[in-house]
């Protein structure tokens, strides 16, 4: 008797995670197998199709032009087999698992994380704080929040916050720093991850063309911005993430000067992935603490 599956659903798998992928890896560790096992089941599919799936390049495997055509409907497929078995497992216990970078949740998620506990006792958070982005189509997360142009291919995206940011430091060395013609007389902190443009604040605070100045480098941008609540120099923070610092006392915007990023903030889910509840929930409460984006 003919089967619809003459290719084993493990190793449709497999197949949907390389060709998203690029690489046996991912799909090895998401399978719990070896990569020799992945790379057996793509042999093997190979034969019984007649037709080469993948070809390698110098970024690693690249799908054919026939299984490119199908990928959306690969990952649709598997979508809907991983919310099935959610619903049958009550939406996988209410479990809400975000992907974020350490600076928005260090400096905004964690701090508000009671907030949203209070409003929804019922679901359980997981973060997951990566500089990395986090594939979206595993079934294993839920939503992502990414800074950056809106460029991400197999997303949905929503803007969340708006796109200002400035110059922040600590109020004992703001005291130092009367008017832009002093600015070069403080350290200025190089986060090293930024996205965020010194040229364009320097030219709205009337300063096109300084610089550079010194001041310390860091590679971590947690650290960039507790180097700046000590007094170590100037840091360029978008604005809602200093809200909590500005508030608090540790830090004070210079000078006024607000530029509007050509980056924003976005609250971010897999391109035809029926969304759950509490992720619809997380969403809207993203939306009401950090205001509409324009």
């Not at 290719?7 to 998401?30: M, S, Y």
């Not at 690249?62 to 990952?75: D, V």
């Not at 216990?93 to 964690?110: C, D, Q």
């Not at 902190?189 to 604040?201: A, G, M, Q």
Request: charged letters at 15%; a neutral charge; aromatic letters at 8%.
């Amino acid at each position: 008797m003919s089967t619809p599956f003459p290719i084993p659903l493990n190793a449709l798998r497999a197949i949907e995670i390389v060709a998203r992928t690029g690489a046996l890896g991912p799909a090895a560790k998401e399978l719990g197998v070896t990569i020799g096992a992945v790379s057996q089941h793509i042999r093997r599919a190979e034969e019984r199709l007649g037709m080469v799936l993948f070809t390698r390049s110098s970024t690693g495997l690249k799908p054919s032009q026939a299984l490119t055509a199908i990928q959306p409907q690969l990952q649709a497929g598997f979508r809907g087999l991983a919310d099935a078995v959610a619903s049958l497992k009550g939406e996988a216990a209410n479990t809400l698992t975000v992907t974020a970078g350490s600076v928005f949740a260090s400096l905004f998620l964690v701090p508000r994380f009671g907030r949203f506990a209070a409003l929804y006792p019922d679901i359980e958070l997981r973060l997951l704080a990566t500089p990395k982005f986090v594939d979206l189509g595993r079934p294993d997360v839920d939503c992502a929040i990414r800074f950056g142009a809106d460029n991400w291919p197999g997303v949905v995206t929503n803007q969340i916050g708006d796109r200002r940011y400035g110059a922040y430091c600590a109020p004992e060395m703001a005291t130092r720093l009367r008017s832009p013609e002093q600015f070069g007389t403080v350290p200025v902190i190089h986060d090293e991850t930024s996205l965020l443009s010194w040229p364009r604040w320097l030219e709205a605070a009337g300063l096109a063309g300084a610089g550079p100045f010194d001041g310390p480098s860091f590679s971590d941008p947690v650290l960039a911005y507790q180097a700046a609540v000590c007094g170590q120099g100037v840091l360029l923070v978008m604005n809602q993430l200093a809200q909590s610092a500005v508030t608090a006392g540790q830090l004070v915007p210079l000078f006024s000067v607000t530029v509007v990023s050509e980056f924003a903030y976005f609250f971010a889910t897999g391109a035809g992935r029926r969304l759950p509840p509490r992720v619809r929930q997380f969403r809207a409460w993203l939306d009401e603490e950090m205001g509409a984006g324009t």
